[in-house]
């Protein structure tokens, strides 16, 4: 069975336009890397959980913010290599 993540995409609107909240990977493969390794706050998730209540639990735990709001649904990309490389777009 591939992989699922979850995650919350956290924007706001503000009179410069419209803002996101992306996060960092952590551990060693990532440190002292920036292009193309910023995401939402995401992680995986098997069968036993709900989508949104992953997406949820992965915010809180990765930025400490909690969300109560109802959650909207987007599309799921399929990632060939597990990294999506902003150069090429």
Request: overall charge neutral; charged content about 30%.
């Amino acid at each position: 069975m591939p992989k699922r993540s979850a995650g919350v995409l956290l924007y706001r609107k503000t009179s410069e336009g419209l803002e996101v909240l992306l996060a960092h990977p952590g551990g060693p493969f990532w440190m002292k890397r920036d292009k193309g390794a910023w995401s939402i706050p995401k992680g995986e998730f098997d069968e036993t959980e709900d989508a949104h209540a992953a997406a949820r639990r992965e915010l809180l735990e990765e930025t400490g913010i909690v969300v109560s709001g109802p959650l909207m649904e987007v599309s799921i990309p399929r990632q060939s290599r597990g990294l999506y490389d902003v150069s090429r777009s």
